[in-house]
């Protein structure tokens, strides 16, 4: 069943009459015949852009009818609809500066009757009949719409029958607020002794959380790979931490939407990461849960603020992921939850991704390059900031100069689609030796900048200090390769950026704020 709006089409018509040359504006305005549901009115389209293109500047009902007089089934059609009345009437009653307005909701319908031909249920975005209930709202909001807008929502259909169906078993979301409970009240307990393991410069260099770019920091185990994922993820999703330093909960991070994509790790992981973050007490307590009495309100007060902001923090998890897997969560994701900032966890070979390449003769180097390529098409696509990690390869163990896209585990090409790409790694002691005096803490990690798209800092070290069981992070100053400061570094203006939902919303947040501060002073923990 075709959709129809004869005013809509009448007043296409109608103007086409008067100015035929938005025919040839092919870049706002495509139709053809197949736009209109009769033949009658198929045969007045056929006949206007016969004329212009002919030559006519305007178009008469008279013109319309001596140019399908030539065809005797148009001109029988013309003359049994009264054709020259019809024109005259339409050209009187149209309004040429409303032409925009009626091809977009003439296109529109078209879209829509072209989903019903494929079965897809459109009724929540028109409903043709008027008795139903609902059709005023839903056809009053269909006015807003764009085509864009319309076919974003039957993609959205399409992804989640997608996700369906595409998915494994495997693979589980959450937000970071379901199982927030259970995680806290586990603290201390035997399950949670396990075997033990091993366990703004920056921001400045890469250009912040670009939306479009993507980033890939590299990295040997044990050198925080996940952890500075996971920090960073927390300063775009929840807009207040505690500080130590003030011993108050402050307004510091943003409030937009985060999906995080975990593959090595338990839910229970991430969740402690975040809760590590916010309150600032050490991750390592966790195990015992020997907590103060001001360490333990903080935790609650966290998990307060975690399901406050339930919404910005997505988490799924993904063990074995392949390319398609990956793009189908991550759109899924990024229209469903309204997300602006990707972090996958870290890019690896796995059987499931040689699987997808079984047949093609695809080598390792070549399936990881596709993966990158896939991640960047997505950030620009969705225009979200994608973050994600790789291993390295035992050759950074013999690299003292700038480490580059030559200590990357399983492909060097892995970079190539890149927006920011860097190293992590311990300072040796030599290297802290030479730097002593630059700076009163020692610095823990180094990071290498090779390849930087839209700054000007590349081939540059930052030496940082972090804290893995709080995950906070603080630069402490920039090299060369042969490790000399960089002295103007700072000299340029800086620009604070602040999301607009922290502007927005900075009422509420500063409620919340003093809220958990009164309760910290109330109960003689200030």
Known sequence: ???????????????????????????KYRLTTADFPTRFERYIFGA?????????KKISAFDVENYLSTNESAAKTFSNNNGIEYLQDIEEYSNEENFPYYYNKLKKLNLLSDFQKQGIDISDIYIEDLTDVRAIEVNQAFEDLSIQDIIAIIKKKILKLENEYSKSEEVESWTAADEIDEIVEGFGSPDEIGLPVQGAIFNKIINGAERGALTIRSAPSGTFKTRQAVADACVLAYPIRYDS??????????CERVLFIITEQKLSQLLKMIIAYLSDVNESKFKYGNFTKEETMRIYQAKEIIKTYSENFQIVRMPNPTIELAKTMIRENCLTHDIGYVFFDYIFINPMLLAEFRGFNIRNDEALLMFSTALKDLAIELNVAVFTSTQVNAKIED??????????????????KADNACVCTRPTNEELEVLDKLSIQKPNLVTDIFKVRSGAWTQVRIWSYFDGGTMKKRDLFITDSRLEPVQDFFNEDEVNVISWEVEENKKEIGELMDKLNKELKNNGLE
């Open 1 to 27: 069943m075709a959709f129809v709006d004869k005013k809509c089409i009448q007043q296409v018509l109608g103007c086409l009459l008067k100015s035929p040359q938005y025919l040839s504006e092919v870049d």
């Open 48 to 56: 206007i852009q016969g004329l212009y293109y002919n030559g006519a």
């Open 245 to 254: 330093s003030t011993a108050s909960w402050i307004m510091e991070g943003n």
């Open 399 to 416: 690299n003292r100069d700038i480490k580059n896209e030559g200590v990357i585990a399983g492909s060097r090409s892995i970079i190539n």
